[in-house]
């Protein structure tokens, strides 16, 4: 008796599996290929006093013969200008630094969060939960004016420590790197603790039971099982973490003093106090490309573990 030998026929996609695959790359070309490429042209241009504060080196509505003539005039001047002054490296060096001490500090305290979240009893997870998302309820701005109201000098904080008898004048946090850590650290943990939540949670109970079967006491366990298979959220976390930490405005403008120098701060004088566009635009594009680097080799390194355990 003859075998039958079935073909799979190709599939064909419906209109709505095309739009529902070109929605994301749309996204991705309507609101970040597309603003990208206005700043990186205003990057290129000269600045000026007129509105809008810079003159373009090249316009496509001049049409194409124009705008190949001033293709050759094209220039790399404020990127060249980033290199020569010490105010731009210096503070994309700080706010690396910053936002790496930052994250650091977040893992160090969101991990036991997590952790705790992740052994608890079943019925308790999703009210843990509900409390490390609750303070997204509130506005950004607000949270981070209210440790002002706790680290100034007649802070809720010193007035504790002055009444507890732990201090004797009132100890200088505000306007410090300090505060920075602190603000950051407060603002950013949810980011750290919800992917680190999810590896610990799916954690399989049944190896921690096996290493306890073999002598293993609990700490052992739990660097040599727990650790190792959590450290994809650590990574996520992290990276969460650290990515809006290094263009961070708000935090390092409200509780940090003249001496906090970070790249965020920076863009701010130079497009609204200074008015360079060009040079800014600059500024934020090299920021993009400090932030896109670490982004890519993540990817590909989660790539790798995906296909090695496939």
Known sequence: MDEEVHVAAP????????????????WLLIFFLAPFLIVFKISLSEVAI????????????????????NLSSFSLE?????????????????????????TVLTLLIGYPIAYGMARSPQSWRP????????????????RVYAWIGILKNEGLLNQLLLSLGLIDEPLVILNTNIAVYIGIV????????????????????????????????PWKAF??????????GMIAGCFLVFIP??????????????DTLMIGKTLWVEFFNNRDW??????????????????????NQQQKMAEKNG
């Not at 064909?12 to 929605?23: D, E, F, N, V």
């Not at 990127?79 to 930052?102: F, G, H, M, R």
């Not at 660097?223 to 994809?232: A, E, G, Q, Y």
């Not at 930490?245 to 003249?258: K, N, Q, R, T, Y």
């Open 11 to 26: 599939v064909k996609r419906s209109l709505g599996g095309w739009l529902l695959i070109a929605m994301p790359y749309l």
């Open 50 to 69: 007129a509105i809008p504060p810079y003159l373009p080196t090249f316009d496509f509505s001049e049409g194409w013969e124009t705008f190949r003539e």
């Open 78 to 102: 404020n990127y060249i200008w980033l290199t020569e002054d010490a105010l731009y490296w210096k503070s994309y060096l700080s706010s690396v630094i910053i936002a790496a001490t930052s």
């Open 127 to 142: 009210t843990l939960l509900m409390l490390v998302i609750l303070p997204f309820w509130t506005s950004f701005l607000i």
């Open 186 to 217: 407060y603002s950013y943990l949810p980011f750290l603790v919800l992917p680190l939540y999810a590896s610990l949670e799916k954690l399989d109970g049944s190896l921690l039971e096996a290493a306890e079967d073999l002598g293993c006491p």
């Open 223 to 232: 660097w040599k099982v727990t650790l190792p298979l959590s450290i994809p």
């Open 245 to 258: 930490a290094v263009g961070e405005f708000v935090i390092p403008d409200l509780l940090g003093g003249s």
């Open 278 to 299: 060009p040079v800014s635009s600059a500024v934020a594009v090299i920021l993009l490309m400090i932030l896109v680097i670490p982004i890519v080799l993540f990817q």
